[in-house]
């Protein structure tokens, strides 16, 4: 008996540690090859396996990636959650075991609606399920896309696909290029292996594309200004002015920038608290023919809070003024970190359902660009970087950069804040518009509009960051027509699959 549990636990403890090697494929490591041979590897694992044992598999798969790939998250919790570590750990594992349903669920209705190895299963099923849990895993629950495969390819040849399908296109190839491995394996059919080096190839012809083109009379000077801030007195009331005057003095070395930018929530203030101190840096600012841009949080009428981003000098206003209305309001909240799910619930259960500022309300959706001297910034508040429609739908005729302003200072010396970078570096290749990223501790940084970095500063250090940043004109076909095109595939593929013939295919039962 102890020998037929050891042999039945063989493939999901192989599987914990492939869904972890996975994480090596992201930065800071980016081994991208990895994200195509794990799904591979995965692909083998559930070969012949009954669908509820190929649940167990796809579930034990998610567990070893998430473990690993954001354990970042338990460093917020353990340091600022205020519970017990058995109480973070526990925490933790249910997030882990959460997300890691969704490989799960693509591995059992792979098995249990298309259990022959067939063609169809491999290149039509499994790529086009992986793809809807993957949208599902990015949708339910305000949605967690974070570690979807096509991030890792930011430096791989299959980055040049973004421009037409955004990441969910390369997360897309890499499951049909780790299918084919698997396949090939299976069926000994070696002449399969095309399909990975096509779609690879394809990448290198892809970077002679231009979809956008440099525009020289957009040409900006930016200055960065990391302040980094310890989280752990940010909002101590002692640390206010403190944290003000350090980022005014850096500002005020910095004048002969076009754009001063200061990070996400930069100000621990209300807006309201400080209106004579924004007053007299509105009016400095445009003494210098300058902006400053900056995060700031904001309470309404009916005591709604908004994380925000205020503008001033040179903004299009005669003289600074306090209203809400003229300001970009987060709309995509951090769960826990800046909303409380089913809050009446969980709010008494333990002082991290009480972060500060875990109570705030959302903006609208598609808001109107953040405009400063002269140029338009479509802009993301630090988590809603990683929602790739929603800049999509921010970047208008007008956008001249994305912005994005963060703190990932919550997150300490883990890959949590190089992750969030690669992902900014994303949107840049997707929209063909550099990425200006402002944070407390880094990684503050610049990318051009193909995605790559061309100035940053040293994390955890006290720093600004100054760069000539030169737009673009043009759209991507990304920008243009979104992911219906490729969801349509999807919905083709698994209607394919299900028409065609299914004779000879027997459920596996072992």
Not at 64 to 70: E, K, L, Y
Not at 197 to 208: D, Y
Not at 209 to 215: E, I, L, S
Request: hydrophobic residues 45%; charged residues 15%; neutral net charge.
């Amino acid at each position: 008996m102890m020998n037929s549990l050891i042999h039945r636990l063989k493939r999901p403890f192989a599987a914990v540690f492939v869904g972890a090697a996975t994480t090596f494929a992201f930065a800071p490591y980016q081994l991208w090859p990895l994200a195509i041979i794990s799904p591979a590897l995965l692909l083998l694992l559930i070969h012949q396996q009954s669908s509820k044992r190929s649940f167990a598999i796809g579930y034990a798969w998610g567990l070893g990636q998430f473990a690993t790939g954001i354990s970042w998250v338990h460093v917020s919790i353990d340091t600022f959650g205020g519970m017990p570590k058995i109480a973070s750990l526990f925490l933790m594992a249910l997030l882990v075991g959460y997300l890691a349903l969704y490989s799960a669920l693509a591995c059992y209705l792979t098995n249990k609606w298309f259990p022959a190895l067939s063609r169809r299963r491999y290149f039509l099923a499994f790529p086009a399920l992986w793809l809807i849990m993957d949208w599902l895993r990015g949708w339910v629950m305000t949605g967690f896309p974070w570690l979807w495969l096509g991030y890792s390819q930011i430096d791989s040849p299959l980055a040049q696909f973004a421009p037409l399908g955004g990441v969910e296109l390369i997360t897309l190839l890499c499951v049909l290029s780790a299918s084919a491995l698997a396949f090939a394996w299976l069926r000994r059919q070696w002449s399969i292996l095309w399909v990975p080096l096509v779609i690879l190839a394809t990448g290198f012809g892809l970077r002679s594309a231009q979809w956008v083109t440099p525009n020289p009379d957009s040409s900006t000077r930016f200055a960065l200004i990391q302040g980094n801030i310890d989280q752990a007195i940010k909002w101590v009331p002692s640390q206010r002015w403190p944290t003000m005057m350090k980022y005014t003095d850096l500002t005020r070395e910095n004048w002969n920038a076009d754009i001063i930018i200061w990070p996400e929530a930069a100000i621990p203030a209300f807006e309201f608290e400080i209106a004579s101190f924004l007053s007299n840096l509105d009016s400095a600012a445009k003494m210098n023919d300058s902006a400053v841009i900056t995060g700031v949080v904001n309470m309404g009428e009916q005591r709604q809070f908004f994380n925000s981003i205020l503008t001033l000098g040179k903004s299009g206003r005669d003289e600074y003024r306090y209203d809400l209305s003229e300001r970009y309001h987060k709309h995509h909240l951090l769960p826990f970190g800046e909303f409380v799910p089913f809050e009446e619930l969980l709010r008494p259960l333990a002082p991290f359902f009480n972060l500060p500022m875990s109570s705030f309300s959302s903006g609208a959706f598609i808001q109107p660009n953040v405009y400063a001297n002269g140029r338009h910034f479509a802009p993301a508040l630090c988590y809603e970087i990683i929602f790739n429609d929603q800049v999509r739908q921010n970047v208008n005729d007008e956008t001249d950069f994305i912005l994005t302003l963060s703190n990932d200072a919550w997150f300490g010396h883990s890959i949590g804040p190089l992750q969030h970078m690669e992902i900014a570096r994303m949107r840049a290749l997707e929209l063909g518009k550099p990425v200006i990223r402002s944070t407390n501790n880094g990684v503050t940084a610049v990318t051009d509009y193909q995605g790559k970095i061309t100035a940053k500063i040293p994390q955890f250090e006290t720093a600004v960051l100054t760069a000539q940043v030169v737009s673009t004109t043009g759209q991507t076909p990304y920008h243009q027509w979104g992911t219906w095109p490729l969801y349509c595939w999807v919905a083709l593929s698994l209607l394919g699959a299900f028409l065609s013939s299914r004779r000879g295919e027997r459920p596996i039962t072992q």
